[in-house]
């Protein structure tokens, strides 16, 4: 459902009986890649990924190295490499499976456990009201879609599992950035000059005029709007799935801008946004 999660703020704990198997495994493969250790870097980078498990979404480099067989040195550099093309995010925690795995159609342990959680939700909203409903993270500056339920409106939206969308554009993105701080968020956009990339004619085109967006956000408790900012015709309303810190996701309804009044659909939003916080995170203080 981690720089901030902005996708991920939280690891998965192990189920009983899944350290004995994992550690097993990882005992086996220490042994089998220490006798002959590949040459090739795409069977090294093949050990790096199949050395994480649901059980263990997150390693240390010293783990890596044990459950790879390979010298701690040839790993870190490998890891460095990984983790600017994406295979593989740096976290407080050590490394876990990146966001490229989840645009080639597999998904890190995290996300899918978020995906799992909030499905039923998405098809309670699209059931309820009849627009389609999203599930994304932050990469970036990029949102990436976890999920997507939707009935005969849902052919209409070009958005896909594992699709991305510039943040700023789209409801769940702004939902998201929201949750940052200011500093942080100035800061991924820094680059960019002043001016934002635009989709449509009603795109936010400036840092100071999305800064002043997700202000209003805040005051909204978290409601994201998208007013044909990404897609003409198209309208979505979004709020923020947290814990304790930034969000790791958020959840949206979309559709046709002529059909949908997206503040009126907004508590209902919220309202679910909340449920599955709820659910994500049982132990923690929710965002009021």
Same mark, same amino acid.
């Given at each position: 459902m981690t720089s901030p999660l902005i996708v991920d703020d939280h690891v998965g704990t192990s189920l009983p009986g899944q350290d004995g198997r994992a550690s097993a495994a990882a005992d086996t493969a220490q042994a089998r890649h220490r006798s002959s250790p590949p040459n090739s870097m795409i069977e090294r980078m093949t050990l790096i990924l199949d050395a994480f498990d649901p059980g263990t979404p997150t390693l240390s480099l010293l783990e890596l190295a044990e459950r790879t067989g390979l010298p701690r040195s040839t790993v870190h550099r490998i890891l460095d490499q990984m983790i600017r093309l994406r295979w593989l995010a740096h976290s407080a925690g050590g490394y876990r499976l990146g966001m490229r795995p989840l645009e080639l159609g597999g998904l890190a342990a995290d996300h899918s456990e978020v995906r799992d959680v909030v499905n039923p939700l998405l098809y309670e909203l699209c059931q309820r009201t009849g627009f389609v409903s999203h599930?994304? !993270?932050l990469d970036g500056r990029d949102v990436v879609y976890?999920?997507? !339920?939707?009935?005969?409106?849902?052919?209409?939206?070009p958005t896909r599992l594992g699709g991305r969308l510039p943040a700023h554009t789209t409801a769940v993105g702004k939902a998201i950035l929201a949750s940052l701080d200011p500093a942080h968020v100035d800061a991924t956009y820094r680059s960019y000059r002043g001016r934002l990339p635009v989709r449509t004619t009603h795109t936010i085109r400036t840092i100071a005029d999305l800064l002043r967006e997700l202000e209003q956000v805040r005051l909204r408790h978290g409601v994201a709007l998208d007013n044909e900012e990404s897609m003409t015709g198209i309208s979505c309303v979004a709020a923020p799935l947290r814990g304790r810190g930034p969000a790791t996701a958020a959840l949206s309804l979309c559709g046709d801008t002529r059909a949908m009044d997206p503040r009126?659909?907004?508590p209902m939003v919220l309202e679910v946004a909340r449920e599955a916080g709820h659910l994500l995170f049982p132990c923690r203080r929710r965002w009021q």
């Open positions: 599930l994304a !993270v976890l999920d997507k !339920v939707g009935g005969r409106f849902a052919a209409n939206l009126r659909l907004a």
